[in-house]
């Protein structure tokens, strides 16, 4: 799966390179070199930071997409955020791509269950709604990340709610932040 994700146009640099497998205790393993740590060893608060690496990982995770491909476990453990070139942006290597499955799989239902993470599921993965599975349970999960790391804490079931309201921490003070940042996380959350 890897190597047909990393075919696609623009897609080369968002996967994980794939050096052998091998079973040892009744588990399938896959031998890679990924480059720098996992998102979830990152400590940054920084608000730009943050949000440069959420659109970042958007597009890497619009890239498996576009080469028809659902990721499905989407977690800071699961990808690397590392500087680009410009240090303006950020660049994406998602892995652990044990849970990624063709969404042409999806819509023939040829799925009979899905594996993913609790903490940044969507609705549908919990459930085993397979028909409902589609790109934007990816984007579900995106949002989880982002709203882990602006809020310093994963989300709950009554953050999905319609009404639903949150608390921003004194990062977002008026004095530091654009008041359109927290309008703006709000329309997204």
Known sequence: VAAKIQNTEGAQSVSVYSLDRFA????QYVATIPNGNSYDKNESEDIADILRTALALTNAV???HKAGYLHLDIKPSNFIASEDQTGK???IILFDVDTVVSQEDVRNGNLRSISYSKEFA???????????ISPATDLFAVGAVLFERMMNRPVKCFDSGLFATWEYDSRFDVKKVN?????LL????
């Open 89 to 91: 942006g950020k660049n």
């Open 24 to 27: 040892e205790n009744g588990t």
């Open 62 to 64: 619009g890239l498996y």
């Open 186 to 189: 709000t329309e997204v959350f």
């Open 122 to 132: 969507a609705p549908e993965q919990k459930m085993q709604q397979i028909k409902k």
């Open 179 to 183: 008041p359109k940042v927290k309008r």
